[in-house]
């Protein structure tokens, strides 16, 4: 009984259906209604979750024809618009219901996503709901100064500040916008009354608490009383003080906290929230004009759908988040008898991640099975002819029990080979026939219910490599850095079985570069399952919930550079349900080079001596030395990932 046999007994194509890759994919789980898959398997993007939605794989073909190859970052503005919607409207929503009195003045942390196109989306998006900036350094303040133009939103500074940095701060105040210093350091209190009074520019003043209230998840170090940021309360006292002998205790209206991104636990935001509100009040009733209460970032984005408290999750929802702040604030604010203030949040990851999608190309595959073994049946070694035996089974044995007489007789052939009474053309077919036998057994369990626990080492030893034409240290560094897990799925043949277990690895040259857990809404998944690459189709995988933080983190690993990305739009006229507003080209191979001091046309003067020198001492005719400078020449100007096409 060979492996098609164990395939047909357990295995039909057809009972594959388009719900079982939405099942498997978690597309349902972290897609939020935003991703789908229509009739034909492709994946589908809804910027708006009841409108027609756009089929990515149409995406890469219409960036193609405009000459943008993969890898691919795709932008669909309208998700991000829907983003910055919902969150506003759900505060305002949840102020409503609980009858609060302040309103929410949401403000952007430029740093989770700081192009260009992403800010001004944001800001355009924002502008009904006064959504302002949020700047934790002095170019994300220069940024925000000059994009930021409804003065009925705010702009709230955190980070360390130096003169320069107040003082472009200060002059916003000055030409009618609303920037609030938030003091991170003590010594940043003299820092601001010095240059306040230089200026005489009245400065807006807020507090940043060290809690002592400690975070959850992987950016827990961004609160509690060892974090780097913030006021402990004799340093707030002190700090209070400092500003009413400086006749500037009127300057003083908000205070921040911030207990670190992707708070996985709604408990942690709830003690957080309290915590702070009781400084409010206590600030409050010195005789500070208090006005705002910034609750800082940490609104999760579920990762793996499994709305859990695991890292890469969140256990509560968006409006669970808005509510349970509100009535916190106004709990402790109303047994104070202290009025509530406007609520200030500086949610970044929940309103970018969803926004941006990668695509990548499976370029190849590495696998043990790649070589099928020819077996002949005369004249075989003893121990090629054990394998045999157990690779037909006519000693009908059960698949487990296939699977540990191949282990012993694996054994015994690497000892024969060390010792040297087996050859290499034997040892390759011991090899590739053990190989066979374990690919058997694994397809025999693949869709068993119960799996014998040696299957989790035997599936990972046979899981086939997909290697993707992209750079982890480039494109999904949080992958590498903090093991965080991104959705990850084919975008089309979502009809069909994916029959093959993979992890993924990257083209550069470092064996971290690799991707070998994935999202499940259960556990951790080791093992992604993956359709057979076809040599004449290219297969395409996505990398989904990219937005925050990567695109600006991503290194230069190998010289591997941005990627290409193009910028979508709904539009109802077009054929596709879309079009391409903008496209920019990833980086050069010329301008990575630049990034490490090398010039583009030093180098080729450099090569061009070298090879006059062959051609003079005739190792190459004068031509073929041209051919070789001009190509060298245009790969400066080409892009730093593998391109099949030429
Ligand atoms: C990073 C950061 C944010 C953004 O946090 P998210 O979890 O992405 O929403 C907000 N505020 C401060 C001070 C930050 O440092």
Redesign the pocket.
Known sequence: MGADNYRAKNIKDSDWTIASSEKYYGLKNWGKGHFKIDEEGFLKVHPLKDSNGIRIFDIIQEAKSKGYDLPLTIRIQDLLQTRVKELNETFRDAIEQEAYSGSYRGVF?I??NQMREVLEEILEAGEAYNYGL?C?SKPELMIALAHHKNLNSLIVC?GYKDDAFIRLALYGNRIGKSVFLVVEQLSEIQRIIRISKELAIQPKIGFRIKLSTVGEGKWAR?SGEEAKFGLTSPEIVDAAESLKEAGLADCLELIHF?IG??VPNIQTIKRATVEATRYYCELAAMGFPMKYLDV????GVDYDGSMSNFESSMNYTLKEYARDVIYNIQAICSEAAVACPDIIS?????VVASHSILVSEVCDRISKNSIAPKVRKENQAPIIENFISILENDYHGAPLERYHDAVQKKEEADNLFNLGYLNLKDKGLADAIFWKICQDVVLFYQEEKIQPEEMDVLKAMMADQYVCNFSVFQSLIDHWACDQLFPIAPIHRLNERPTVNTTLVDITCDSEGRIASFVDSEDERSLLRLHEIKKEESYFLGFFLMG?YQDIMGDLHNLFGRVNEVHVFLEDDEEDGFYIEDSIPGFSVNEVLKLTQYDGQILSRKLKKQIDRATKEDLIKPREGTRILDEYLQILKSQTYLNESN
Do not use: C, I, T
């Open positions: 942390p740093k989770v949020e934790g955190n961004s911030h991104s992707q800082g970032g940490g609104l500086e949610s970044g990851r929940s925050a």
